[in-house]
């Protein structure tokens, strides 16, 4: 066996002299953070955002296409193709429980099958948000009278059924620069040749989200 296999990321909570809240946001908040990389080694500041993480679904249908949204991002100015995905922002919502949620409310669809894609941080040298990405199958619509109304920048959402092939090639072409339908759709396209067989259930443990662990302070700890 080749000695790169199974290799993973892995737990590493430092010393922390103080933590405090800088900002606080909307929907994350801003945390300034001293700790020590070794018992005697100097104090390090890092300020970071805290999120309470995310949940995408890459919805594919039994043609084989995958679904996309068009959404307005005002950060970057660009209408981008994504696939539908939301905050973890109800305490104590399963994470499938919410993808399943937000797939209807941003695409009007349902999935009777449900698998763990991939599990991300995006940006983890500046924040702590964990994005699960699920796959979904076995796909009806959501009747018309049981629709969510979408408001804001949802209103203004497109949704387009995509070949696998076709997706990846944008993603590779550079014309998708959601994070999420990127990792998305070149997992699903490794994942294919077995059928899907080797992703994991949608109720896969998931350690690296920060309400499954104790190591996230939830205020100033004394040095």
Known sequence: M???RGFADE??????LSSSVEYTGRVWDVVSEKFQLTADGE??????????????????????QVLLINQYRHPVRMTLWEIPAGL??????DFQVGAARELAEE?????????????LFLSPGSSREALRIY????ITEVPEADRHERTHEEAEIRTMWVDLDDAVQAALDGRLHSPSAVAGVLAAAAARPSGFANLRPADAPWPEHH????TWPQGPVSS
């Open 2 to 4: 080749s000695e790169t």
């Open 11 to 16: 737990q590493s909570p430092r010393r922390l």
């Open 43 to 64: 104090p390090l500041v890092r300020d970071y955002i805290r999120h309470p993480g995310a949940v995408a679904i890459l919805a594919m249908n039994d043609a084989g």
């Open 88 to 93: 973890l922002d109800i305490d104590g919502e």
């Open 107 to 119: 695409a009007d669809i349902e999935a009777s099958q449900w698998n763990v894609l991939t599990d």
């Open 135 to 138: 796959l979904a199958r076995g």
């Open 211 to 214: 309400s499954q662990h104790s």
